[in-house]
């Protein structure tokens, strides 16, 4: 009962917050309509930023036979216009509208290729171009356009006559006037953040005074300072939103630099501590770790980012902003989350994952997440954001955050986890390691989880004690009996075989193989699934100990390296 007191407190605050925000933002915007937003057009383009994302002229080529394969969907438009079709799926709808895919037209890298990129988006500026209204005018879908539309505008206005070079500058014209004025409105996260950028390489690319330069300069220099925090983490906690925003960042930053213009005051220095952070949430064999909303990131796509790191150094040993902790040794990586959600619409991704961590040594991740899907699959995105998608101890089968089901609301926390406190257990030249404490169980259970884990210095053990304690860190009583469940994922690349002993042995294609041992408990090997796959969900299993609080308060485990990958 009390976890439905604290709960419903928290969902009326949220509510009443929401309430006010979307009273304000519509008192702020007026009446929507391209009239208002009309104005004079603009004679050409100053300049076009580069595109750092991968292209693929073969993409080119499907889309000229009207084959568009976006979203986890593939639409033949059969010669018609893939704006005039309708399609469910959302995520499909997003990249057609966002026209990230001209830049596969770029990569074909022919007349046919640039003249049916242009017929596309004269298509688009046809249908959709004085609405207004829909998914194609959300913030984050006009922002993605414009900033595609800048950086391949060279292909589409090549061997374009006048009347579509001029639907073309007019169109980009009303559609930056129509973000610049909902942009204000916007709640603080990614997406106004990219707002903000596609705002401020309008005013580079188009012909703009001195004063737009400045302003729109000045506003992204407020994102970079409010939503980037000292450590370099975003705000929302999660590690794959830094990639979307250096991806965009680094061709704005050249911009500046190409016109002789001086870039936002916060912004060069803003963009090195992303990519300190960057490095503090790469595995030992380079992959993203899986917290708060990351998915799979093709290596191409991180390493198009990375190359333009100029900033040196190892990886910290925390976080202390973005509540994260990384230890390592040898060729080993342990990172853990050790942070509460953040607040209101920037916890619409924050999974129940506190005091969840990955493991991986040299060329292989071995314990991680389930991790967020690559396409947006509200199901599986649902179960990702469970407590028993991490590896980490779940009671009573609950997560340690509430969700939001509200369309009103959207998928925002609304209760669990608030508090979580964390020591280091380092000591020199013998091991780094944490003790952490959250309490997200202590609103419906009135209890709290308590993980320590150590690395030892030559990387070859981690060892590893789950504690779930009253609120006074006392023990357990027999009233408080329930049953925790310690889930330990294993990435689906590595095979698991367990021994007549109970130890689960996990071996990587390349050889090398660690073991995992429970000291009072033996592991059972379950069925699970991988979310965080390029190539959608997987198959994969899972190391869990489970036992019961009131009977027993405390588990042991450790993780052992046996083998070395074979030279």
Known sequence: MAFSILDSQRAGQLYGTEIWRRFARRIALGRINALRFSGGTPDRLVVAPIDLRIADPHIAEEIYSGRFAMGGSMIDTAGG?????????????????????LRH????????????ARALVDDWIAVEGRELAGLAYEPDVLANRLIAWFSHSPIVLRGADHGFYRRFLKSIALQTRYLKHVAGTMPGDATRFKARIALAMASLCLPSSAGAVRTAARNLDREIEGQILPDGGHVSRNPMVLIELLTNLLPLKQTYINLGQKPPRNMVAGMDRMFSALRFFRHSNGELVLFNGASAVSADRLLGVLRYDETSGTAFREMPHSRYQRLSGGNVVLVADTGPPPKGILSSE????????????GANCFIVNAGAPVISHTPYADFARMTAAHSTVTLDDRSSLSFSHSPFLGPIVTGGVRRVTVRPLDEEGKHQGFDATHDGYVGSLKLVHRRKVR?????????GRDQILRLDESEPNPEDRTVAVARFHVHPTIS??????????????????????????????EEDV?????????????ITLEFTVGDQSQIDWKLIRTTLPRA
């Open 81 to 101: 216009s893939p704006f005039q079709i309708e399609v469910a799926n959302e995520s499909f709808n997003r990249s057609l509208h966002g026209f990230g895919w």
């Open 105 to 116: 037209m770029r990569a074909a890298d022919h007349d046919l290729a640039f003249a049916n």
């Open 350 to 361: 924050a999974h129940a994952g506190c005091l969840s961590f990955e493991l991986s040594s």
């Open 455 to 463: 690395l030892l210095a030559s990387g070859h053990e981690v060892q």
């Open 496 to 525: 698991v075989a367990q021994d007549e002993d109970g130890v689960v042995h996990l071996t990587a294609g390349d050889g090398e193989s660690w073991a995992f041992v429970g000291r009072d408990l033996i592991p059972q090997v």
């Open 530 to 542: 991988y979310f965080a796959d390029l190539a959608g969900a997987r198959t994969s299993k899972q």
